[in-house]
């Protein structure tokens, strides 16, 4: 790194550049704002970035950037150019993503920039297939929206919550896919009962990589810690989303506990801006200084964002001991407005309800503000369910929840939201 981009990207320059705002949306530099306006083939006033540093993903061998290109929703062609420019070339989205317009913005920036798809390594994921004949059909409809023959790393299986999806018919699809030369890598998607997905798939050979929720909350959990050591032992590369950590907004009627967080957040935000990070680019690097990540997937749906995140990738410090008990604290402080995916816990006493799926739709829409995703994940439970949703005594599933959920009244609002 040369001497003038080391002085760009310093932290507390690239803070004083920023303005001291909140998650994601930082820098308000006027050159990065006309590299948004003028698209992607007008040579815009830009900073000069070196590429973001790269790891290895697991056993194979591939080179992937710590910063990877979250894409649940329609890629902005000056975004897609400037992640490319700036090295961040790992590009993930799904069939579902947008209903497939995140597939398509993709494809058809391939259409235009054909000679660029050799430097992306593009990642999709299936959609609640069933058969190995289900999975051919999302994998084809991706190439074709993609616009491409051969997806890098493809997650097969998706929104994994156990097993039992993991059987010797998928485990040859994947081989087959691969000495067809439609995929290269295969893997799947974790959101719930995380720790015991990835302790299961540790002992099989076949799995190349996991993205996995992960982020300053969940590495307090011994279990997910072990977990990840046993993947990284196996030689699977790992890439943490949902590094955020975001809490639902639930109502909270209890004033004592709404202002006890608003004091917590207080606290973290002003610790971490002294150290010169905004709230956000403190909880990437918590995750991202983790060697045995290979990458952190972050929706960056605007260049500033991209910048944001590309200063955190390329800052040298290690969190210090002091800051990570900060980020406990503050963990331990929130901990009832975050939903820590442990489905395995509180559904098996919650008669019959998708605990865990609600919750992730309610965090879609209060902490995403991604209204359509929010739905289409509450539209998939069964419609019994949905009828006696208010009616259930969800009093034994708020008693066992390790993070004391409101679970009850959570859930009566995602579904004044959501139905
Ligand atoms: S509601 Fe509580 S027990 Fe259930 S998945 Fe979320 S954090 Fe775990």
Same mark, same amino acid.
């Given at each position: 790194m040369s001497r003038q981009d080391d002085k760009r990207i310093n932290r507390r320059n690239f803070l004083k550049t920023a303005g001291l705002v909140g998650v994601g949306s930082v820098i308000t530099a006027a050159k990065v704002k006309a590299a948004d306006a003028n698209g992607p083939n007008v040579p815009a006033a830009q900073p000069t970035i070196q590429k973001v540093p790269k790891r290895k993903l697991g056993k194979t061998g591939v080179e992937v950037p710590v910063l990877s290109l979250g894409l649940g929703r329609p890629g902005e062609p000056?975004? @897609?150019?400037?992640? @490319?420019? #700036?090295?961040?070339?790992? #590009?993930?989205?799904? @069939?579902?993503?947008?209903?497939?317009?995140?597939?398509?913005?993709?494809?058809?920036?391939?259409?235009?920039?054909?000679? @660029?798809?050799?430097?992306?390594?593009?990642?999709?994921?299936?959609?609640?297939?069933?058969?190995?004949?289900?999975?051919?059909?999302?994998?084809?409809?991706?190439?074709?929206?993609?616009?491409?023959?051969?997806?890098?790393?493809?997650?097969?299986?998706?929104?994994?919550?156990?097993?039992?999806?993991?059987?010797?018919?998928?485990?040859? #699809?994947?081989?087959?896919?691969?000495?067809?030369?439609?995929?290269?890598?295969?893997?799947?998607?974790?959101?719930?009962?995380?720790?015991?997905?990835?302790?299961?798939?540790?002992?099989?050979?076949?799995?190349?990589?996991?993205?996995?929720?992960?982020?300053?909350?969940?590495?307090?959990?011994?279990?997910?810690?072990?977990?990840?050591?046993?993947?990284?032992?196996?030689?699977?590369?790992?890439?943490?989303?949902?590094?955020?950590?975001?809490?639902?907004?639930?109502?909270?009627?209890?004033?004592?506990?709404?202002?006890?967080?608003?004091?917590?957040?207080?606290?973290?935000?002003?610790?971490?801006?002294?150290?010169?990070?905004?709230?956000?680019?403190?909880?990437?690097?918590?995750?991202?200084?983790?060697?045995?990540?290979?990458?952190?997937?972050?929706?960056?749906?605007?260049?500033?964002?991209?910048?944001?995140?590309?200063?955190?990738?390329?800052?040298?410090?290690?969190?210090?001991?002091e800051d990570m008990d900060v980020l406990k604290q503050y963990a331990q402080a929130t901990c009832s407005g975050y939903c820590a995916g442990c489905a395995h816990i509180c559904e098996p006493v919650a008669l019959g309800v998708p605990v865990g799926d609600i919750m992730r739709a309610l965090m879609y829409h209060d902490s995403y503000g991604d209204i359509a995703h929010a739905k289409a994940v509450f539209a998939e439970i069964p419609a019994d369910v949905k009828q006696r949703l208010l009616s259930v005594d969800y009093s034994a599933a708020e008693h066992v929840c390790p993070n004391r959920m409101q679970i009850g009244k959570l859930i009566a609002d995602a579904a004044a939201k959501l139905a």
């Open positions: 000056a975004v @897609l150019r400037q992640s @490319l420019d #700036w090295g961040v070339n790992y #590009w993930d989205t799904s @069939l579902a993503a947008g209903n497939g317009t995140s597939e398509r913005s993709i494809g058809e920036f391939i259409a235009k920039n054909p000679e @660029l798809r050799k430097d992306i390594f593009l990642v999709t994921k299936e959609n609640k297939s069933k058969t190995p004949d289900d999975l051919e059909k999302c994998l084809q409809t991706s190439l074709k929206q993609l616009n491409t023959n051969c997806i890098d790393l493809y997650f097969g299986v998706y929104m994994v919550n156990d097993m039992v999806r993991f059987t010797d018919d998928i485990k040859k #699809w994947a081989e087959d896919a691969k000495k067809r030369g439609v995929i290269k890598h295969f893997g799947f998607t974790t959101h719930q009962n995380m720790p015991q997905c990835l302790m299961a798939a540790s002992k099989l050979d076949w799995i190349d990589a996991i993205m996995t929720s992960y982020n300053f909350r969940l590495s307090q959990d011994k279990q997910m810690q072990d977990a990840i050591d046993a993947c990284n032992k196996a030689g699977i590369g790992l890439i943490a989303m949902k590094t955020q950590a975001m809490r639902q907004r639930g109502p909270n009627t209890d004033p004592n506990a709404v202002a006890a967080e608003a004091e917590a957040d207080r606290k973290m935000l002003a610790h971490f801006l002294e150290k010169g990070f905004t709230e956000g680019q403190a909880k990437i690097k918590a995750v991202m200084d983790d060697q045995r990540f290979s990458s952190v997937c972050s929706a960056m749906t605007s260049t500033t964002m991209l910048m944001s995140n590309i200063a955190v990738a390329h800052d040298k410090t290690k969190l210090a001991a």
